[in-house]
């Protein structure tokens, strides 16, 4: 067996390293006629039907395969059956073994048992429905991966074309995709015509990436001659071949990489579970303890397993389950309030616990739109306004310089806003066109105004649209100005500044002399240093002799100058920054978290953003910065000096776990560029190896397994794919990081009250478990029922634990290091001490005082009772004497005996007053705490309310056996109740007082 065991985790150990491997293939590498004869197929004819039904039969359909899930019976089940329920299903099942023994052995056997079983059994099922709902959570995530998949493809069979269901597509198809469409399997480009594809949900790349037939990469992933299965072709077309389906896709490998995740324990579960594991262990220690001294003290073997039930009963915190999910749930809901929608209720805490933030790039930290960030014209730098709300910096749109330049950018270009929005804000338009060229679109609607009044002034007569080989754009315009044509051009800026032998600077032309080249690289530099995308401009006012009006300007023989130019500037564009995430990058740092940006992008891109949103914070440098200070080759430097790190994925790919985990350690400030999905996953498992509760944000498909993987997936609400949806635990509504900030100080908030809704709870355990221990060992009246405790654990204590949920931060929450999950448990030995020992039993005290008050004024003063039980409790003895020399039936005994219970009861509500009111707070005093928690107050009021009516309703003698007490008898333990409140007033005084002191260590939960 322990072998067989063996083998299951080392396969899932392989499982996982599989998974991790990147993506290994040559089918981009090798020539089209090795390939084509590899997959038996022909670039015009394509497949014969008879072979494509002869591969699908193989291969099986293009789709991919659903994971197993848990059945839903399955899932219930654990919530029946699981931690506490357990405890109470042993107890009832006890009840009803000691009911049938006695049914078989007394005449009239008392019912007692019977409904105590009943109601514990109807507590176990109604909590276990209720957590179940609460928690159900089917694994959908396949589901969104089938509405990912393209429905229909256009594929080449016999030289004929064909449109049929994209399940239906094989390897060896020869495929024809167009803008729009999506790619229905993983192909090798054959032919393209400006052909672009949106990756972005795969690699992470904003950009639109060009596909053509060269191979450019030996990485699968960046090479442009392949096309991926469900990403989207947006502009352009061409043919391919395919060469993977289903699950053999890269989207597959991913999708199969997400659903074969194991999905580990929350930290709150398994706080709750440790939690569990020590209440049971002092539930069964004390019931089989003091079942083996019962048994030693002579009492019948029946007797002592009811003690065992009451023992069992008085030490499980019924109620407390359902209290800790309606908190969370709770949180959820004032979570999603602040734009943070979670899937998992336990999340909510995970997420206060985290101590590391993966976090995407492209959409979460920044806006997910390119945006004019920076203008060089007239030989000086120009910053443009970067912000959401166009508050930014503003510059000179007089001079001559701008006016060439705005000219340029506005007419050599294809975007167009969509139609109908001219009542949205122009940053907010959809463009037709791609994103560097509708970054520009926008930026001049602002700065000019109607940009298609200005084209429309401008005809456009020829054009020469952008390639990859020549790396420029051509349009020539009429031009009002001057009666002829006007010659724009953009393209790379080193391609454009070599067609161009003039600049125009401050209105004049000037020879493009070395002085002023070195200008322009220094400008280019600077801004490509900056992570910006920088495109050149340069014009042409063509001679009116040379091209009259009417000239028949040709694009494919270019019977115009294309040299001899004139520059005009570059404008260079980025995705900037959200506005509110420097703050909230900040607010991590200050509350112990370290924020991680992983990204498909450039590292210099990368690099920059992190500058800008404070992950590498001001003056602090990688390994590359202080080789360039020191100028020194990078090898010298120590990587330890460096609390920064900016590692390619290339890099990456060869370390080993120690290394990435010698990186994570000893830098404080780390990008991770260029990395691939399943290096997001390696991170994240680095990252847990250090200890750490990992959070990891995410939009795209590729990030879908690693956000399955962390303690905590937050996905993108509005530019997520239904997939990373799927596989996280909590969506951001708005996109914006800054709401994980808020998430993580309601997640500390819910632990912090958790804990002080347990403490509350967890104290009347001692005033529950004492009456019988003294019960047993001193052979007195029962002080205390069973029935009695559960109307304490599910009826008066219920609403004060959940209104503990809504109490307010209690200091500066967001200032403290993150909880460390080995040491900062949600229960731990000093809160068993504070609420057993110190609390607790001042609590038993006054359950006792009103005990012995009542069987005093009764007659049966304290030291008559002790070894008193079997007189008591024998019905044949109707005339049981008290110290005046009454007599006592055995009718009138058990009423003064239920009276008794009753006070009890009473009693432990009143001093769970006190108990109340001090949990508000765990070090502040109540001073400054205040009463503000409006719900709590209602506890308070409703549990004295329903005391009184459980105490005074008619018919609770016969139901519940609570008979009507004097008013009197409730100002019994109201001295006991003060005593609570004063003595830990006092204790937190000391603890403020003297942080880290002697009450700290012993008292401090």
Same mark, same amino acid.
């Given at each position: 067996?322990?072998?067989?065991? &063996?083998?299951?985790?080392?396969?899932?150990?392989?499982?996982?390293?599989?998974?991790?491997?990147?993506?290994?293939?040559?089918?981009?590498?090798?020539?089209?006629?090795?390939?084509?004869?590899?997959?038996?197929?022909?670039?015009?004819?394509?497949?014969?039907?008879?072979?494509?039904?002869?591969?699908?039969?193989?291969?099986?359909?293009?789709?991919?395969?659903?994971?197993?899930?848990?059945?839903?019976?399955?899932?219930?089940?654990?919530?029946?059956?699981?931690?506490?329920?357990?405890?109470?299903?042993? &107890?009832?099942?006890?009840?009803?073994?000691?009911?049938?023994?006695?049914?078989?052995?007394?005449?009239?056997?008392?019912?007692?048992?019977?409904?105590?079983?009943?109601?514990?059994?109807?507590?176990?099922?109604?909590?276990?429905?209720?957590?179940?709902?609460?928690?159900?959570?089917?694994?959908?995530?396949?589901?969104?991966?089938?509405?990912?998949?393209?429905?229909?493809?256009?594929?080449?069979?016999?030289? #004929?074309?064909?449109?049929?269901?994209?399940?239906?597509?094989?390897?060896?198809?020869?495929?024809?995709?167009?803008?729009?469409?999506?790619?229905?399997?993983?192909?090798?480009?054959?032919?393209?015509?400006?052909? !672009?594809?949106?990756?972005?949900? /795969?690699?992470?790349?904003?950009?639109? #990436?060009?596909?053509?037939?060269?191979?450019?990469?030996?990485?699968?992933?960046?090479?442009?001659?392949?096309?991926?299965?469900?990403?989207?072709?947006?502009?352009?077309?061409?043919?391919?071949?395919?060469?993977?389906?289903?699950?053999?896709?890269?989207?597959?490998?991913?999708?199969?990489?997400?659903?074969?995740?194991?999905?580990?324990? $929350?930290?709150?579960?398994?706080?709750?579970?440790?939690?569990?594991?020590?209440?049971? &262990?002092?539930?069964?220690?004390?019931?089989?303890?003091?079942?083996?001294?019962?048994?030693?003290?002579?009492?019948?073997? /029946?007797?002592?397993?009811?003690? %065992?039930?009451?023992?069992?009963?008085?030490?499980?915190?019924?109620?407390?389950?359902?209290?800790?999910?309606?908190?969370?749930?709770?949180?959820?809901?004032?979570?999603?309030?602040?734009?943070?929608?979670?899937?998992?209720?336990?999340?909510?805490?995970?997420?206060?616990?985290?101590?590391?933030?993966?976090?995407? +790039?492209?959409?979460?930290?920044?806006?997910?739109?390119?945006?004019?960030?920076?203008?060089?014209?007239?030989?000086?730098?120009?910053?443009?306004?970067?912000?959401?709300?166009?508050?930014?910096?503003?510059?000179?749109?007089?001079?001559?310089?701008? !006016?060439?330049?705005?000219?340029?950018? $506005?007419?050599?270009?294809?975007?167009?806003?969509?139609?109908?929005?001219?009542?949205?804000?122009?940053?907010?338009?959809?463009?037709?066109?791609?994103?560097?060229?509708?970054?520009?679109?926008?930026?001049?609607?602002?700065?000019?105004?109607?940009?298609?009044?200005?084209?429309?002034?401008?005809?456009?007569?020829?054009?020469?649209?952008?390639?990859?080989?020549?790396?420029?754009?051509?349009?020539?315009?009429?031009?009002?100005? $001057?009666?002829? *044509?006007?010659?724009?051009?953009?393209?790379?800026?080193?391609?454009?500044?070599?067609?161009?032998?003039?600049?125009?600077?401050?209105?004049?032309?000037?020879?493009?002399?070395?002085?002023? !080249?070195?200008?322009?690289?220094?400008?280019?530099?600077?801004?490509?240093?900056?992570?910006?995308?920088?495109?050149?401009?340069?014009?042409?006012?063509?001679?009116?002799?040379?091209?009259? !009006?009417?000239?028949?300007?040709?694009?494919?023989?270019?019977?115009?100058?294309?040299?001899?130019?004139?520059?005009?500037?570059?404008?260079?564009?980025?995705?900037?920054?959200?506005?509110?995430?420097?703050?909230?990058?900040?607010?991590?740092?200050?509350?112990?978290?370290?924020?991680?940006?992983?990204?498909?992008?450039?590292?210099?891109?990368?690099?920059?953003?992190?500058?800008?949103?404070?992950?590498?914070?001001?003056?602090?440098?990688?390994?590359?910065?202080?080789?360039?200070?020191?100028?020194?080759?990078?090898?010298?430097?120590?990587?330890?000096?460096?609390?920064?790190?900016?590692?390619?994925?290339?890099?990456?790919?060869?370390?080993?776990?120690?290394?990435?985990?010698?990186? %994570?350690?000893?830098?404080?400030?780390?990008?991770?560029?260029?990395?691939?999905?399943? #290096?997001?996953?390696?991170?994240?498992?680095?990252?847990?190896?250090?200890?750490?509760?990992?959070?990891?944000?995410?939009?795209?498909? =590729?990030?879908?397994?690693? /956000?399955?993987?962390?303690?905590?997936?937050?996905?993108?609400?509005?530019?997520?794919?239904?997939?990373?949806?799927?596989?996280?635990?909590?969506?951001?509504?708005?996109? =914006?990081?800054?709401?994980?900030?808020?998430?993580?100080?309601?997640?500390?908030?819910?632990?912090?009250?958790?804990?002080?809704?347990?403490?509350?709870?967890?104290?009347?355990?001692?005033?529950?478990?004492?009456?019988?221990?003294?019960?047993?060992?001193?052979?007195?009246?029962?002080?205390?029922?069973?029935?009695?405790?559960?109307?304490?654990?599910?009826?008066?204590?219920?609403?004060?634990?959940?209104?503990?949920? *809504?109490?307010?931060?209690?200091?500066?929450?967001? +200032?403290?290091?993150?909880?460390?999950?080995?040491?900062?448990?949600?229960? =731990?030995?000093?809160?068993?001490?504070?609420?057993?020992?110190?609390?607790?039993?001042?609590?038993?005290?006054?359950?006792?005082?009103?005990?012995?008050?009542?069987?005093?004024?009764?007659?049966?003063?304290?030291?008559?009772?002790?070894?008193?039980?079997?007189?008591?409790?024998?019905?044949?003895?109707?005339?049981?004497?008290?110290?005046?020399?009454?007599?006592?039936?055995?009718?009138?005994?058990? +009423?003064?005996?239920?009276?008794?219970?009753?006070?009890?009861?009473?009693?432990?509500?009143?001093?769970?007053?006190?108990?109340?009111?001090?949990?508000? $707070?765990?070090?502040?005093?109540?001073?400054?705490?205040?009463?503000? =928690?409006?719900? /709590?107050?209602?506890?308070?009021?409703?549990?004295?309310?329903?005391?009184?009516? %459980?105490?005074?309703?008619?018919?609770?003698?016969?139901?519940?056996?609570?008979?009507?007490?004097?008013?009197?008898?409730?100002?019994?333990?109201?001295?006991?109740?003060?005593?609570?409140?004063?003595?830990?007033?006092?204790?937190?005084?000391?603890?403020?007082?003297?942080?880290?002191?002697?009450?700290?260590?012993?008292?401090?939960?």
């Amino acid at each position: 067996m322990a072998k067989a065991n &063996g083998n299951k985790s080392s396969k899932k150990e392989t499982n996982l390293d599989e998974l991790k491997q990147e993506v290994s293939m040559d089918e981009h590498k090798i020539t089209l006629g090795e390939l084509y004869s590899r997959l038996g197929t022909h670039p015009d004819h394509g497949l014969t039907p008879a072979r494509a039904k002869e591969v699908l039969l193989r291969d099986g359909p293009n789709a991919l395969t659903p994971p197993k899930t848990t059945p839903e019976w399955v899932k219930f089940c654990k919530q029946l059956f699981g931690g506490f329920a357990l405890l109470l299903w042993i &107890g009832a099942f006890l009840c009803f073994f000691a009911y049938a023994i006695q049914a078989t052995s007394e005449d009239e056997p008392a019912p007692d048992n019977l409904y105590l079983g009943v109601v514990l059994a109807v507590v176990v099922i109604i909590t276990g429905i209720f957590s179940y709902y609460q928690e159900a959570k089917s694994s959908a995530i396949m589901e969104s991966f089938k509405s990912l998949v393209p429905q229909y493809a256009t594929v080449i069979r016999e030289g #004929q074309k064909h449109t049929i269901s994209a399940e239906e597509v094989v390897i060896g198809d020869i495929v024809e995709v167009k803008g729009g469409d999506r790619i229905p399997a993983d192909i090798r480009i054959i032919k393209a015509h400006g052909c !672009k594809v949106d990756n972005s949900s /795969l690699t992470g790349e904003s950009e639109p #990436q060009t596909r053509s037939p060269e191979l450019t990469s030996d990485n699968p992933l960046e090479t442009r001659n392949l096309a991926f299965f469900s990403t989207n072709c947006v502009e352009g077309a061409a043919i391919g071949c395919v060469i993977h389906t289903g699950d053999r896709t890269i989207m597959g490998r991913i999708a199969n990489l997400a659903s074969g995740l194991e999905m580990g324990e $929350t930290p709150i579960a398994k706080e709750i579970a440790h939690f569990i594991h020590i209440i049971t &262990g002092v539930a069964v220690f004390l019931g089989v303890t003091f079942f083996i001294i019962a048994f030693i003290l002579g009492y019948h073997w /029946l007797d002592a397993v009811i003690f %065992l039930i009451g023992i069992i009963v008085a030490n499980v915190p019924e109620g407390l389950l359902a209290t800790v999910t309606v908190c969370l749930t709770l949180t959820a809901k004032r979570m999603a309030s602040k734009n943070c929608l979670v899937k998992n209720l336990e999340a909510v805490e995970t997420l206060g616990s985290t101590s590391t933030i993966c976090s995407d +790039k492209t959409g979460t930290l920044t806006q997910n739109r390119m945006t004019v960030a920076h203008m060089w014209f007239d030989n000086h730098i120009i910053e443009a306004d970067t912000t959401e709300d166009q508050s930014g910096v503003s510059y000179d749109k007089s001079s001559p310089g701008w !006016k060439a330049l705005s000219r340029a950018a $506005t007419l050599c270009s294809r975007a167009e806003f969509k139609a109908n929005q001219e009542n949205i804000p122009i940053l907010k338009r959809e463009c037709a066109g791609d994103a560097s060229e509708s970054a520009i679109l926008k930026c001049m609607e602002i700065a000019l105004g109607n940009v298609m009044d200005f084209r429309r002034k401008n005809q456009k007569n020829c054009e020469i649209p952008f390639n990859s080989t020549n790396k420029y754009h051509v349009t020539i315009h009429d031009s009002p100005e $001057t009666g002829g *044509y006007l010659l724009c051009m953009k393209g790379a800026p080193e391609r454009i500044l070599d067609r161009c032998s003039t600049i125009f600077i401050n209105g004049e032309e000037k020879v493009l002399n070395d002085e002023l !080249k070195d200008a322009f690289n220094t400008a280019y530099l600077e801004l490509g240093g900056l992570g910006e995308r920088v495109i050149g401009f340069c014009d042409l006012p063509l001679p009116v002799d040379k091209f009259p !009006k009417g000239y028949p300007f040709d694009a494919d023989e270019a019977n115009f100058p294309l040299d001899n130019l004139r520059f005009l500037g570059l404008i260079s564009m980025i995705d900037p920054p959200r506005a509110a995430v420097p703050d909230a990058v900040a607010k991590c740092r200050s509350a112990g978290i370290k924020v991680i940006m992983v990204t498909g992008d450039h590292p210099i891109t990368a690099k920059a953003i992190a500058k800008a949103v404070g992950i590498i914070s001001e003056g602090t440098e990688t390994v590359e910065d202080i080789a360039n200070r020191l100028n020194i080759p990078v090898e010298n430097v120590n990587p330890r000096d460096a609390k920064a790190a900016v590692i390619h994925g290339q890099e990456l790919k060869d370390m080993t776990s120690e290394e990435i985990d010698e990186v %994570l350690r000893h830098h404080t400030e780390i990008v991770f560029a260029r990395t691939s999905p399943q #290096q997001k996953l390696i991170i994240v498992e680095g990252c847990q190896r250090q200890g750490a509760i990992v959070a990891v944000t995410g939009d795209g498909v =590729n990030d879908s397994p690693a /956000l399955k993987k962390a303690d905590i997936g937050v996905a993108m609400g509005i530019a997520g794919s239904d997939v990373s949806k799927q596989a996280a635990d909590m969506i951001l509504l708005d996109d =914006n990081f800054a709401s994980i900030v808020t998430g993580v100080e309601e997640g500390r908030l819910i632990f912090d009250n958790l804990k002080k809704s347990i403490a509350y709870t967890l104290t009347s355990n001692i005033p529950e478990i004492s009456p019988f221990l003294f019960f047993i060992i001193f052979n007195t009246p029962l002080p205390l029922g069973t029935v009695t405790i559960l109307c304490i654990d599910l009826g008066t204590d219920m609403v004060p634990a959940i209104s503990l949920a *809504y109490e307010q931060a209690e200091s500066d929450i967001m +200032k403290r290091q993150p909880r460390d999950p080995q040491h900062d448990k949600l229960v =731990n030995e000093r809160l068993i001490s504070v609420s057993y020992g110190q609390i607790g039993m001042i609590q038993a005290a006054a359950g006792f005082f009103s005990y012995f008050i009542i069987m005093a004024e009764h007659g049966f003063w304290g030291w008559m009772l002790f070894g008193l039980r079997e007189k008591w409790d024998s019905q044949g003895v109707n005339d049981l004497e008290d110290a005046a020399g009454q007599e006592w039936t055995y009718h009138a005994r058990k +009423k003064l005996e239920y009276t008794c219970h009753t006070a009890f009861f009473v009693a432990i509500v009143v001093v769970q007053w006190a108990d109340l009111i001090i949990c508000k $707070t765990r070090r502040n005093s109540l001073v400054h705490q205040k009463m503000k =928690n409006h719900v /709590l107050n209602f506890g308070l009021v409703f549990e004295t309310a329903l005391a009184a009516f %459980l105490s005074y309703c008619p018919g609770m003698p016969i139901l519940l056996r609570l008979y009507p007490l004097k008013f009197t008898w409730w100002l019994v333990p109201i001295p006991f109740s003060l005593l609570i409140f004063v003595y830990d007033e006092i204790r937190r005084f000391i603890l403020r007082r003297n942080p880290g002191g002697w009450v700290e260590l012993e008292t401090y939960y």
